[in-house]
């Protein structure tokens, strides 16, 4: 077994790990990169193998930053199954036309305003693109063997993380019959979130692959509801607006948990919550079908949900922008990187009575990093928009399981792998992580590098 890895490797997005046994091959997720230029420029670069050679996709979880790049890889010839959770399917078929239509849109944008280098700026894929690759998709239980391409087999666990998250455990015999394993971890979710069950206890495998977001840190262990408590009370104090940059899978939903909590508790003004992303309401409207992927009970995620009004179309969009009143704004993306949290930057980061709200870990290059690093200004379409609201960054509202909860994960498992690689971490979270693993628990452990390829004996 050779594992070449395309993506997520010294970085925090892109996800793509190359699987290639015997002539056939297998891609664990397929996402696109995000943050930085050089790094979204490594979308429109050819692959190192053709699309049309690998035989299947697994694909870990629905965040497009594993799952994005699935659109171009099926424009550019691959047919095979893309393997998934019914969780990630449902998922996957908001995401992907949501991704591909922000990015038609805002190629029409930088044509129409002129502010693009290329002319014309094209997207990178379409919705017809996106469409073509939700019929590839092949939803499994979790736990269910599922034969990829006769060679290799894949079985999925629960990571908590979002809804469907799982990491996929590949099985395959050696030409001698000898079995072997390999687990990807795909993203790790957190042992106590509010909405999130934990992961699965990592089970016995030869070969393992570790993500290290959070591979050099740990969460603030500060009172979350107090301190967003807070935070939306000074703000309603001032009539200002809470915006709140939130992916619109997972993060989102909760945010919607804790906002409704607080109310309930009487512990933050009863002033309006707006869930601004179409994407984000369809996946609440999800969320609200699966009551068994989450820990929320059926009736409490209807309450959850029901609590927000909805900002369905463009112009209640833009009428937010213009409604003075004390209110909380969830909108897509978390990471300010595109969609409509854009367009409401432009009018609240400005005004000082206004708080921006960010969620978790902001990938560097992007403008929610560049925001909550403390810059004055920021660009957006084109022009710099200065900084003037409150701005917070709460890291203990992250999906991601921290250095000490993954290390903590880690040690579930029975016995220790023959090998395990580091992935999708900035280059010192990832070896900061290794050093842990190998000092802590002895282990055999090295970093996964950008194409790079090490074969498994």
Known sequence: MKITFLGGAGTVTGSKTLLALDGQSVLVDCGL??????????NWAPLPISPKDVDAVVLTH???DHSGYLPLFVKNGFKGPIVSTQGTAELCK???PDSAMLQE????FANRHAFSKHHPALPLYTRRDAEKALRLFHPIAYDTLYDLNGRLKVRFLSAGHILGAAMAKISWKKLDGTPRSLICSG??????DLVMTPPQPLPECDYLIVESTYGNRLHDNQDMEKTVADIITRTAKRGGTVLIPAFAVGRAQLILTLVHR??????????????DSPMAISASEIFRHHPTLHRLSATEAEDICSQARYARTPEQSIALDHDRMAKIVISASGMATGGRVLHHLKHMAPDRRNTLLFTGFQAPGTRGDTITQGATSVKIHGRQIPIQAEVHNLQMLSAHADQEEIMDWLKTSPAAPKMTYVNHGNPEASETLRARIQKDLGWACAVGESGRSVTLP
Do not use: C, M, T, Y
């Open 33 to 42: 990169f995000q943050g930085l230029k050089e790094l979204r420029l490594k």
């Open 62 to 64: 629905a965040h497009i």
């Open 94 to 96: 908001i995401l992907l």
């Open 105 to 108: 849109k805002d190629a029409e």
């Open 187 to 192: 993203d790790l979710g957190r042992p106590n």
């Open 262 to 275: 607080l109310k309930k508790r009487g512990s933050i003004p009863d002033i309006p919550v707006f869930l």
